[in-house]
């Protein structure tokens, strides 16, 4: 038999947007039971925002509606602590306490609690009770240092909001290993992620790499002769990853006799002359299509792949073949996507559709042991 | 007592370069016991690649030598599975089968392994023993479609390997994921990570996003007036990151009476003035220094943040307050890191050196029974 490593593990996810829910998608489809304590009435702004992103990233988990400001409210949310496992939040720093669901009062309830707070600058530190969004984080953990166009100003926009999806990784990497440190101690704990910190971490690596040669300047770190993209002659695109000398001396041999680029053909003289060669390169790429350059460059083992544009995905033969898109009755040209790594035994959850606002608010409660009459009641008065 | 999570927990580390470096360096974070296996002389490519990120990705493991292709180098590599949990291998696909590593082989050897095999394009498809790095990853998964600039061509280089990253992250938590299926099942399985497939992953809600509203083109989808990078008076950046109408109000609140941004108050002139909004952005935060900016903003609750380039991180008064960084005593300029999240209830360990090449290979293979003078014969024929 199959067994899911979150199986049996119920997440009440008090977050909200794109962070906390890609996390809670990903740890659904882990098996987990995700439960989404939403506000009553206007609920995840994710909702209203971004519809259809919502759809994607909500499918697969339960939400009711409970108001966390109401006396009855906050009871049925500390019945509820009882059988749950981890709660996630967003909140501000300090909104918790001010509930009184942080994570001191929670833990009296049920020790076995983990209480996970995702935030943009974590719980501690001058700057945890700053506004921010996914850019804010970028630029403070020096990310943008290394976005944009190499010789270019310092930073850019991007359209992939890059410390959100982080944060969402190690937020439930992080609910993972607790889960699993509670397996041997028996307790939960509290864990504090900060989407910079996290994005921080990705950043020691080049910034060790900088520190240490003078030579790697920001335009020399972000720019490499044959690692780029290269439009074709049917106006699609292609990549290059030539990154080690082989693949290199792989892409030399497939030219034609005599032509220039053969002149750089050392290490040395490709690093020194990197705008010549980019310049030929991208003149030679746009005189063929695509399909013949990702024939050619297969035949000789060149790092060379599509770029498909939003919708290309859904065609390209490698993800069909790995079966990752499933279908998704709401939306059928942007379909789901099973949980991205493949394990031999674990078996994948058929997918169940995002939920209406407070559609399991009924069912969640009866299970923690509420009658059908007291939660009439309390949705009478407004508290779920 | 504070207990890591993956306290106990021997990992065999086949990886070579960042991706599997650094989940194995998040693995080690969370208490696990990373012995690199590297071939003798030559070792991981990303010592001599880039020296100074070996130093930083690869702290807190051991390194063995083993030479996987001789008869008696694969009888050592048999020895360690007996009282290995996970091997990770990042060879082309097919490759441990060719040595007679694979999954059904180390199995009979322990049942409880996991076995975990990162590759670009996964173990199955059209493309899996195509070469590839980051950029083609990146391309295949529909990632450049939402990189670069937004009225630009739809794809650019990146000096965050983004892709390198994001699967590292997939690859420690479906190891996590793995150790506690196993404590519930006492066996161990095999597990398949494709980088692409992993970056695919964060594109389902932007193609979601796409498919549901024709106005959402790539630029309307990259770029939102008050979110975005503008240079200050003393050549500093700083970020806006004014997503929702409430901080754009309070934006405009900070103005000057009179002044221009004024005439796009509501969402829909805000929405339909992009250009002529940043371009009034732009020269309004060129007229003072950065700190000036953050003051005024920070006093209003504008999502506003300075660009802090590479070293500059250092000085943060977030990060320092944090306690992100870790002295390095190799590179005093570039730190380590802790591990991105704080938990309440696991002790961070102490830092040690990234090892010399081959530095454990007696301590390990005693370890697991091997007699100093048959250590020494399996040195003398290269064997280790």
Aim: one cysteine or more.
């Amino acid at each position: 038999m199959n067994t899911a490593p979150l199986e049996g593990i119920r997440i009440l996810d008090l977050s909200r947007l794109t962070p906390g829910a890609y996390a809670t998608l990903l740890a659904a489809d882990l098996g987990a039971d995700v439960v989404k304590v939403e506000q009553p009435v206007t609920g995840d702004y994710l909702r209203t925002l971004v519809p259809a992103g919502f759809s994607y990233l909500c499918r697969n988990k339960r939400s009711v509606t409970i108001d966390l400001k109401s006396g009855s409210g906050k009871d049925v949310f500390y019945k509820l602590c009882e059988s749950a496992d981890v709660i996630l939040e967003s909140f501000r720093p300090g909104v918790c306490a001010r509930l009184g669901l942080d994570y001191e009062t929670v833990s009296h309830i049920n020790p076995r609690l983990i209480v996970c707070s995702l935030s943009g600058f974590g719980q501690t530190g001058p700057y945890r009770n700053k506004s921010g969004h996914d850019l804010n984080y970028l630029g403070v953990a020096g990310a943008l240092s290394l976005m944009g166009e190499p010789s270019g100003p310092p930073a850019h926009s991007t359209g992939i909001a890059v410390a959100d999806f982080n944060a969402s990784m190690f937020t439930v990497l992080s609910i993972v290993a607790a889960v699993l440190a509670r397996e041997r101690t028996g307790r939960g704990q509290y864990v504090d992620v900060s989407m910079t910190d996290c994005m921080a971490s990705w950043m020691g690596r080049y910034l060790a790499e900088r520190v240490s040669d003078e030579s790697r300047t920001r335009e020399a770190m972000m720019s490499r002769p044959g690692y780029d993209v290269y439009q074709c002659s049917d106006g699609t695109y292609v990549t290059l990853g030539c990154v080690e000398d082989v693949f290199w001396q792989n892409l030399i041999s497939t030219l034609p006799v005599g032509h220039e680029l053969q002149n750089f053909r050392s290490p040395d003289s490709r690093d020194a002359n990197r705008e010549k060669i980019e310049e030929l390169l991208a003149n030679l790429i746009a005189q063929e299509s695509r399909d013949h350059w990702l024939d050619v460059f297969k035949a000789s083992d060149v790092p060379a792949a599509p770029v498909n544009m939003f919708e290309e995905m859904l065609g390209d033969p490698q993800l069909r073949a790995r079966a990752l898109f499933i279908e998704n009755p709401d939306e059928p040209g942007a379909p789901y996507q099973r949980f991205p790594v493949v394990f031999s035994d674990v078996s994948s959850r058929e997918p169940v559709r995002a939920p209406e606002l407070g559609a399991h608010t009924d069912e969640v409660l009866r299970e923690a042991g509420f009658e059908q009459s007291v939660i009439d009641e309390l949705r009478k008065e407004g508290a779920v």
